[in-house]
């Protein structure tokens, strides 16, 4: 499975951005995907993230309200709409798939590279 990530960007504050995760290869059924971002200097958080089957979805508390997960299954495409973004969203945000579960990095099968979003005060 190959993920192909997309979207991110120079914003400033408030401003919104959209990424996109292309999956191709031997792509799994029942899965999920989601994303994870890294901070200059931290580790790496899970975000959000979205079964494909039912379109179930979970966020972090930081992004919760704002972040909006969603997929396309007919083009196995995963994206990230960010709203009223924030200086502090500045991160490399990575792709990531799981076979069962997908809330830390330990669940992760598949990385995809990662898109810069910086997001200026």
């Known amino acids: 499975v190959q993920l192909q990530a997309s979207g991110g960007g120079l914003v400033q504050a408030g401003a919104s951005l959209r990424l996109s995760c292309a999956a191709s290869?031997?792509?799994?059924?029942?899965?999920?995907m989601g994303w994870f971002r890294q901070a200059p200097g931290k580790e790496r958080e899970f975000a959000a993230s979205i079964t494909w089957s039912g379109g179930s979805t979970n966020y972090a508390d930081s992004v919760k309200g704002r972040f909006t997960i969603s997929r396309d299954n007919a083009k196995n495409t995963v994206y990230l709409q960010m709203n009223s973004l924030k200086p502090e969203d500045t991160a490399v945000y990575y792709c990531?798939?799981?076979?069962?579960?997908?809330?830390?990095?330990?669940?992760?099968?598949?990385w995809g590279q990662g898109t810069l979003v910086t997001v200026s005060s």
């Open positions: 990531a798939g799981a076979r069962y579960k997908l809330g830390s990095r330990d669940d992760v099968n598949y």
């Open positions: 290869g031997r792509t799994f059924s029942g899965g999920i």
